[in-house]
């Protein structure tokens, strides 16, 4: 039986299995060791971590500029041994719930042109492709730049 995930905002008590899940998902374009310890307590910027138990499963990285109302969704991964258990879906959820109720007005992301899965994720939750940046990854895929509106709480 699996164990309910659940999430929270990153402690610098994850940030080795942060790097982990960094290293795992991905291949170039990865946040350094430096840059996520940075990320758990900056002002500007939202650093959730999905656990299943006492073990990070997930995480997801918000980032926006000082008295900005778009914020931008940087960097989402899912431990390999975790995926297709919603985790993904909880951890975009949670970034929505948190910045709509902050007062952001949109949330912006890239994504590779070749995650299929990715960009079917983020167009469930009402994302578009608003552009398309060429050569954008370090590997020399394009980008897709997606954009959700939000509406603010009642």
């Given at each position: 039986m699996t164990q309910p995930t659940q999430t929270r905002r990153a402690i610098e008590s994850d940030l080795s299995r942060l790097v982990e899940l960094e290293q795992q998902a991905f291949s170039g374009?990865?946040?350094s060791?430096?840059?996520i310890k940075h990320?758990?307590?900056a002002s500007n910027g939202r650093l959730w971590v999905a656990c299943a138990g006492n073990q990070v499963v997930g995480y997801?990285?918000?980032i926006w500029r000082k008295n900005g109302r778009g914020w931008r969704l940087y960097s989402l991964a899912?431990?390999?041994s975790a995926r297709?258990?919603?985790i993904g879906k909880?951890?975009?959820r949670t970034a929505i719930v948190d910045a709509t109720g902050a007062g952001a007005q949109s949330m912006s992301l890239e994504?590779?042109?070749m995650n299929a899965s990715a960009i079917e994720l983020y167009a469930s939750f009402g994302f578009s492709q608003v552009d398309r940046r060429r050569r954008y990854y370090d590997n020399g895929d394009d980008a897709w730049v997606m954009r959700l509106e939000l509406s603010p709480c009642l």
């Open positions: 374009d990865r946040l060791p430096r840059r990320w758990i307590s997801c990285l918000m899912v431990d390999k297709g258990r919603g909880l951890l975009i994504v590779s042109v």
